[in-house]
């Protein structure tokens, strides 16, 4: 075998390609053998030849060529025109006055700038891109689950339809059947009294004939007449058929009845995403691990609260809890015991509307009647905020340590969203681009609030029974207006509201006795329907364990939904 041809041939001169390479020209960036040295550098006085062992190659700096003088090596940099320079540019009037520097320092700060980079690429935008690859992937499953889902429904309806329909033609069938055989019975017996009828006039035409034929007047005497009877004709029995009318099909209307599809949409968030960091800060949180919503919701621990009707939850640690019922005291439960650790009594005597805990640890409770926001620090309460024109419902602290408050106004005609720093107002939140109302008016206690991850404003308005979401800067992002089929197939009834690491915001339904589930978007993903007692308040620890306050039972439900 021909060793210049073979896998492990040595390497070969590049000028006499036989010879063993035994020296490197740097400058060149070629092989050479001893023997073609000499020619390989009389063959190009112009240029500084720098020859090293050939296990040394590659350790010469390669300057650049200059474009305006030959065989001249930029070895400066001028940072006004950012072009590598040489002495001869230098010098001449192109640059003069411009701040140059040695292209080695700008070298070097180059490779310190791509050092930086290809770490950033590696230990952060890499990961991240991941991490977004893994969402899509487990969005399109959950996609895939969902469309399947909602075709099963869309065909599970279908069947239930046919089986009433059936159930209406045997009915319908059922009934001609007996009015059939009433109408039938009734020209039977009608029939049989005509012939019987008859059979009678018959007898008598027969008696009469033998009375005039014979020569027996006593006989003839004898024979009485009836013809009298017979002038007066049988009632004729006139029949009514009953007619099956037929409801007109029309597309539209049957649609209705049967049931539609709401509106799809593809929209993209360029906030949707956020940098995953290589580690936590105190100030950021980085970017969420994705979790798999589980498909069925496991139960985890219930708590009995003693109220006569529950209505609020909220986390205060992941083994602590706060409650408010229909009564003026509020009460911190224990998650793991299920034990009572603190009752803390409303300073006018009146039901908290909510409650929400801060970032520090203290409660905040809403009265509407009192018209005021309050804190709790150290079982002592403080009157953080006092309204006079409006009544305060909803409750709950931002990612800032800002407060939301949804507020109802006194004459029952309007509701905002109003941002609070201490008892200063910093935004209101009314109407969207058109003017239009984003929350309705109404009832009281019928409107819970809280900040998603990506700073959206999530309200749960039951009275328009729809969940509104708009932006930081309050501008209307979407409305969800619940999903169908509905576990009890009543009307959406939003009531408490939460999110979560995933950003999914979630809302009690007390009608239908589940939870939703849906997207930032306002994509529906899920119900949690495991056997809930008229939900009304929920929240999340930093676990994503849910907390479920159910009015029915008066238990605060923990459940575990995500993997």
């Not at 590049?14 to 092989?31: F, G, H, I, R």
């Not at 006004?80 to 540019?89: F, M, N, S």
């Not at 360029?270 to 995953?276: I, L, Q, R, V, W």
């Not at 959406?492 to 589930?517: E, M, W, Y």
């Given at each position: 075998?021909d060793?210049?041809?073979?896998?492990?041939?040595?390497?070969?001169?590049?000028?006499?390609?036989?010879?063993?390479?035994?020296?490197?020209?740097?400058?060149?960036?070629?092989?050479?053998?001893?023997?073609?040295?000499?020619?390989?550098?009389?063959a190009?006085?112009?240029?500084p030849?720098?020859?090293?062992d050939f296990?040394?190659?590659k350790?010469?700096?390669?300057?650049?060529?200059?474009n305006?003088?030959?065989?001249?090596?930029?070895?400066?940099?001028?940072?006004?025109?950012?072009?590598?320079?040489?002495?001869?540019?230098?010098?001449?009037?192109?640059?003069?006055?411009?701040?140059?520097?040695?292209?080695?320092?700008?070298?070097?700060?180059?490779?310190?700038?791509l050092?930086?980079?290809?770490?950033?690429?590696?230990?952060?935008?890499?990961?991240?891109?991941?991490?977004?690859?893994?969402?899509?992937?487990?969005?399109?499953?959950?996609l895939?689950?969902?469309?399947?889902?909602?075709?099963?429904?869309?065909?599970?309806h279908?069947e239930?339809?046919?089986?009433?329909?059936?159930?209406?033609?045997?009915?319908?069938?059922?009934?001609?059947d007996?009015?059939?055989?009433?109408?039938?019975?009734?020209?039977?017996?009608?029939?049989?009294?005509?012939?019987?009828?008859?059979?009678?006039?018959?007898?008598?035409?027969?008696?009469?004939?033998?009375?005039?034929?014979?020569?027996?007047?006593?006989?003839?005497?004898?024979?009485?007449?009836?013809v009298?009877?017979?002038?007066?004709?049988?009632?004729?029995?006139?029949?009514?058929?009953?007619?099956?009318?037929?409801?007109?099909?029309h597309?539209?209307?049957?649609?209705?009845?049967?049931?539609?599809?709401?509106?799809?949409?593809l929209?993209?968030?360029?906030?949707?995403?956020?940098?995953?960091?290589?580690?936590k800060?105190?100030?950021?949180?980085?970017?969420?691990?994705?979790?798999?919503?589980?498909?069925?919701?496991?139960?985890?621990?219930?708590?009995?609260?003693?109220?006569?009707?529950?209505?609020?939850?909220?986390?205060?640690?992941?083994?602590?809890i706060?409650?408010?019922?229909?009564d003026n005291?509020?009460?911190?439960?224990?998650?793991?015991?299920?034990?009572?650790?603190?009752?803390?009594?409303?300073?006018?005597?009146?039901?908290?509307?909510?409650?929400?805990?801060?970032?520090?640890?203290?409660?905040?409770?809403?009265?509407?009647?009192?018209?005021?926001?309050?804190?709790?620090?150290?079982?002592?309460?403080?009157?953080?905020?006092?309204?006079?024109?409006?009544?305060?419902?909803?409750?709950?602290?931002?990612?800032?340590?800002?407060?939301?408050?949804i507020?109802?106004?006194?004459?029952?005609?309007?509701?905002?969203?109003?941002?609070y720093?201490?008892?200063?107002?910093?935004?209101?939140?009314?109407?969207d681009d058109?003017?239009?109302?984003?929350?309705?008016?109404?009832?009281?206690?019928?409107?819970?609030?809280?900040?998603?991850?990506?700073?959206?404003?999530?309200?749960?308005?039951?009275?328009?029974?729809?969940?509104?979401?708009?932006?930081?800067?309050g501008?209307?992002?979407?409305?969800?207006?619940?999903?169908?089929?509905?576990?009890?197939?009543?009307?959406?009834?939003?009531?408490?509201?939460?999110?979560?690491?995933?950003?999914h915001?979630?809302?009690a339904?007390?009608?239908?006795?589940?939870?939703?589930?849906?997207?930032?978007?306002?994509?529906?993903?899920?119900?949690?329907?495991?056997?809930?007692?008229?939900?009304?308040?929920?929240?999340?620890?930093?676990?994503?364990?849910?907390?479920?306050?159910?009015?029915?039972n008066?238990?605060?439900?923990?459940?575990?939904?995500?993997q």
């Amino acid at each position: 075998m021909d060793p210049r041809t073979s896998a492990q041939d040595v390497m070969r001169c590049d000028k006499c390609e036989s010879a063993v390479v035994q020296v490197y020209c740097d400058t060149c960036l070629v092989n050479l053998c001893k023997a073609c040295l000499g020619e390989h550098v009389f063959a190009d006085l112009s240029k500084p030849h720098k020859i090293v062992d050939f296990k040394d190659r590659k350790s010469t700096l390669l300057y650049c060529g200059c474009n305006s003088h030959n065989k001249q090596q930029c070895i400066m940099y001028c940072n006004q025109c950012d072009i590598p320079v040489c002495t001869k540019c230098i010098a001449s009037d192109q640059h003069l006055g411009h701040k140059v520097s040695e292209i080695l320092e700008v070298v070097d700060e180059k490779k310190n700038k791509l050092m930086e980079e290809s770490t950033e690429l590696n230990e952060t935008i890499y990961p991240t891109y991941q991490d977004i690859a893994s969402d899509v992937k487990n969005r399109i499953n959950r996609l895939e689950k969902e469309y399947r889902d909602l075709s099963t429904a869309i065909t599970k309806h279908g069947e239930d339809w046919h089986r009433e329909i059936d159930k209406l033609v045997k009915k319908l069938k059922a009934e001609v059947d007996e009015m059939k055989t009433t109408q039938m019975e009734t020209l039977l017996k009608h029939q049989d009294e005509i012939n019987k009828k008859i059979s009678d006039i018959k007898d008598e035409i027969d008696s009469t004939e033998m009375a005039t034929d014979t020569n027996d007047l006593s006989k003839l005497l004898s024979v009485t007449s009836n013809v009298h009877v017979y002038r007066s004709l049988p009632r004729k029995i006139i029949l009514s058929l009953p007619k099956f009318i037929q409801g007109e099909i029309h597309g539209e209307e049957l649609s209705k009845l049967f049931g539609a599809l709401s509106s799809s949409s593809l929209t993209s968030d360029e906030h949707g995403y956020s940098m995953k960091t290589p580690q936590k800060s105190p100030e950021a949180e980085s970017f969420p691990s994705v979790k798999q919503l589980l498909d069925d919701p496991e139960t985890v621990t219930t708590i009995d609260t003693g109220y006569r009707e529950l209505r609020n939850v909220a986390c205060l640690s992941d083994e602590e809890i706060w409650t408010r019922g229909k009564d003026n005291t509020m009460k911190l439960f224990c998650i793991n015991q299920g034990s009572l650790l603190k009752s803390i009594r409303t300073t006018s005597g009146n039901w908290p509307s909510n409650i929400a805990v801060t970032k520090s640890g203290d409660l905040v409770y809403t009265d509407y009647d009192d018209k005021t926001v309050n804190i709790v620090k150290n079982e002592k309460i403080e009157e953080v905020i006092r309204l006079e024109n409006w009544k305060p419902e909803g409750v709950c602290r931002t990612s800032s340590s800002e407060l939301l408050v949804i507020l109802h106004s006194n004459d029952n005609k309007q509701s905002k969203v109003v941002r609070y720093s201490g008892s200063e107002e910093k935004q209101t939140i009314q109407f969207d681009d058109e003017g239009k109302a984003l929350y309705s008016s109404g009832s009281l206690y019928y409107r819970s609030i809280t900040e998603n991850k990506n700073l959206d404003i999530c309200v749960s308005d039951g009275v328009a029974r729809a969940v509104v979401v708009v932006n930081q800067a309050g501008k209307l992002r979407f409305t969800y207006p619940g999903h169908t089929p509905a576990p009890k197939n009543k009307m959406f009834n939003p009531r408490g509201i939460t999110t979560d690491s995933q950003s999914h915001i979630l809302t009690a339904d007390d009608k239908n006795l589940c939870v939703h589930i849906i997207d930032q978007d306002g994509h529906f993903l899920h119900y949690i329907d495991c056997g809930l007692s008229r939900p009304l308040g929920l929240c999340t620890d930093t676990n994503d364990n849910l907390f479920v306050a159910q009015w029915t039972n008066k238990q605060v439900k923990k459940i575990k939904y995500l993997q």
